[in-house]
């Protein structure tokens, strides 16, 4: 007798932080995850009990996002832990998450900052999407992670947002050149969310708290749990037919 093979979403940088909070409600809707990280293993593997604990299947790979040269390795690594843990050769949703936070003045841009923010935030989501998308499954989907700074301007992010323009850019091309595959491409835009992403530099400060508070409709600073249970809705069947879209999850930041 067969079975269902269960869906699976990989998540880049999902040891925190967002990627946290993403595969723990992305694990609700029944999917199994693999998540991966840049330097934390002891941090990966606690979300992996913690799937785990939710009856689910879950594992940690290291990646870095901003070395190109090591996805083909990657792809062989993920190959073999489909098969090996979850009895499948391929996956259904890849969330392209992980990131750095990087904030200065446009005078004060180095050539150096700006290739560290290129490679992780476009260059690297652009090649491991195009190395993946071959054992992604027809009928599944692509989620990017972009940023509310491409609709509004803050002072020291303009590197930053401007890779995460190139990704919705990205986005719409990928959903228009696979959708014959059934599969969907879509961003998410998170606002200002107190992470310690960046340094935690809206944790920490109470001043920028108070001031992205005064610009948001809903009156407060975003959090990793605001974020996640979008993600977790794209990679269901109730959001097959959102497409090629730019979702802003900002509690209405700057209306």
Known sequence: MSTIQNKIAVITGGSRG?????ALRITERGLD???TY?????EALKVVELVKQQGRKAAALPLNVGDIKGFSSFRERLTEMLTTVFDTDHFDFLVNNAGIG???LIGEVTEDFFD???NIHFKGVYFLTQELIPVLN????????SSGLTRVTFPRSSAYAAMKGAIEVF?????KEFGSRGIRANTIAPGAIMTDFGNAHLKNSEDSQKMVSSVTALGRPGVAEDIGGVVAFLCSEDARWVNGQRIEISGGMQL
């Open 138 to 145: 027809d009928g599944g989907g692509i989620i990017n992670v």
């Open 18 to 22: 967002l990627g946290r909070d993403m």
């Open 116 to 118: 560290e923010l290129y």
């Open 38 to 42: 840049n330097s934390n293993a002891e």
């Open 171 to 175: 986005t719409r091309y990928v959903a």
């Open 33 to 35: 995850v693999i998540i």
């Open 102 to 104: 990087g904030y200065q």
